[in-house]
């Protein structure tokens, strides 16, 4: 009699038990990971929409709710209790399986999204924004770890790469399916829409998540938290809190929450991400420091270039918004072509190249500042730097599983995006900093500035981050430990 195998069983598999190997011909969607996949693929599809939906009606529920003043709090609230919920997700993933810690996230989204859609007050709003923010922590550092208990390695660059597909269609349906509803139906349905909806995903992916990525490290009882991690958790929420509100109130008294947000991140970031990050050490190290570099450079240059379109070359905020929208299909085309099995040897190159696409893309950008040179040169340099972007994100994700121990996969995931999430951040700042310097006004309110933006400050903004993003691609070379 032949033993069962392991894919077809009701028991759960100890989390240190190696990810089945899979057959030359095993795809994920071959029958073993199907329900899986569609299942966690469809959450991040949702997560997607939701994510590329909510801008175009946040405007409209913050003058609804009288609370225009508070309107930057409704973005940074879900951002600072997100940091937190990596974290906690990376604990619990790593000492009780990520099962719960998906489960428990879903339902904070679910939850936040329906007071969100329900308040009657802005404060109301920011808080639902906020649980919002602890559930959508939660959810993306369970799913990493789920990819690196349940698919074999081989498998793992592909199901990136349809995670980075998820994205495509929610970039350039997202704001006009958002915008319609919120035009004819109202803007609470932008958020009550989707808890329904993401009940289909969590059926169809929790009994192949129990079979194949639940249960503790090694099998055994349930570990305690670490509470020294989860303190610092707590101190790099509420410092990331403190500095975006002394960005948003530029007066001297502002300068005491600014230095006190300083005093909590260093620590906490210092305690969180692996040891030698700031460094470049090769490896791991490196890996979660390219992270933060690419999406902090990019993210941080593409806020801007929408505004510069509208006000530098007359172009319509809409017309300015589908200049980006191509890259969503050239990111996931990059994610797909780092997934090919043949290039796993060349990654590390890969990544290299990737890293410059996005510092040529970000360098070229402010090129349409001079009026002989046409508009849609940005669409076209955009387009290639998301094929930059699709190369590297995917690749950080795929290494990240590679050089994590399975009792590490979860607090790795975390630190990979604490990396990408206070980048954005910090060069955010930066960058608009700049911008105001120089004449550009104020960049928090891009989509409503028309005028009165000088184009040095544009320069400003875009160099600087195309020399980040450069100096990524000497981070890029050092991912893999010699």
């Known amino acids: 009699m032949t033993a069962p195998n392991p894919r077809d069983t009701d028991v759960a598999q100890p989390a240190d038990t190696p990810a089945p190997a899979a057959a030359p011909d095993e795809t994920v969607l071959s029958r073993p990971y199907r329900a899986l996949s569609v299942g966690i693929v469809s959450v991040v599809l949702l997560i997607a929409f939701e994510a590329t939906a909510v801008g175009t009606a946040m405007p409209v529920a913050a003058r609804e709710l009288d609370g225009v003043p508070l309107y930057a709090f409704a973005f940074s609230g879900y951002f600072t209790t997100s940091l937190f919920g990596m974290v906690l997700s990376g604990q619990w993933s790593d000492r009780r399986g990520p099962l719960a810690p998906l489960a428990w996230g879903i339902a904070s989204f679910a939850a936040g999204l329906l007071l969100a859609g329900t308040a009657g007050a802005m404060w109301l709003f920011i808080l639902g924004r906020a649980v919002q923010g602890l559930g959508g922590g939660l959810v993306i550092v369970a799913l990493y770890v789920i990819v690196g208990r349940a698919y074999p390695e081989r498998l793992r660059p592909a199901i990136m790469a349809a995670f980075?597909?998820?994205?495509v269609v929610p970039s350039i349906v997202g704001p006009l399916a958002s915008g319609a509803v919120t035009e004819h139906i109202g803007w609470r349905w932008v958020f009550l829409g989707?808890?329904?909806?993401?009940?289909?995903?969590?059926?169809?992916?929790?009994?192949?998540?129990?079979?194949?990525a639940s249960g503790p490290v090694n099998?055994?009882?349930?570990?305690?938290?670490?509470a020294r991690r989860i303190r610092l958790a707590l101190a790099i929420s509420f410092g990331a809190g403190l500095l975006q509100y002394a960005a948003q109130d530029?007066?001297?008294?502002?300068?005491?929450?600014?230095?006190?947000?300083?005093?909590?991140?260093?620590?906490?970031?210092?305690?969180?991400?692996?040891?030698?990050?700031?460094?470049?050490?090769?490896?791991?190290?490196?890996?979660?420091?390219?992270?933060?570099?690419?999406a902090g450079s990019f993210i941080a240059a593409e806020s801007f270039v929408p505004l510069m379109l509208v006000t530098q070359r007359g172009l319509s905020p809409?017309?300015?918004?589908?200049?980006?929208?191509?890259?969503?299909?050239?990111?996931a085309l990059g994610s797909w072509f780092q997934s090919r099995p043949r290039l796993e040897p060349h990654r590390e190159r890969l990544m290299v190249l990737g890293m410059v696409l996005v510092a040529a893309a970000i360098a070229a950008a402010p090129s349409v500042l001079i009026d002989a040179v046409p508009a849609w040169t940005v669409a076209v340099a955009w387009g290639f730097g998301c094929f930059g972007m699709g190369l590297v994100i995917s690749s950080t994700s795929v290494l990240l599983l590679q050089l994590s121990a399975p009792e590490e996969a979860g607090t790795n995931s975390a630190a990979l995006q604490i990396s990408d999430g206070l980048s954005n951040v910090l060069l955010l700042a930066v960058g608009g900093a700049a911008f105001a310097a120089l004449g550009g006004g104020t960049a928090g309110h891009a989509a409503a500035q028309t005028t009165g933006s000088h184009p040095a400050a544009f320069v400003a903004v875009f160099l600087p981050m195309a020399a980040v993003a450069l100096a990524g691609a000497w981070v890029a070379a050092r991912v893999r430990e010699r």
């Open 250 to 294: 530029l007066r001297w008294v502002s300068l005491l929450p600014g230095a006190l947000g300083v005093a909590l991140l260093i620590p906490a970031v210092l305690g969180l991400l692996p040891r030698g990050t700031y460094r470049a050490v090769r490896g791991l190290p490196s890996v979660v420091l390219l992270r933060g570099v690419a």
């Open 219 to 226: 099998g055994g009882a349930p570990a305690s938290f670490d």
């Open 318 to 331: 809409t017309l300015a918004g589908f200049s980006l929208a191509a890259g969503g299909g050239t990111w």
């Open 194 to 212: 989707i808890p329904v909806l993401v009940v289909f995903p969590l059926a169809l992916a929790l009994p192949r998540i129990r079979r194949l």
């Open 164 to 167: 980075a597909a998820s994205w």
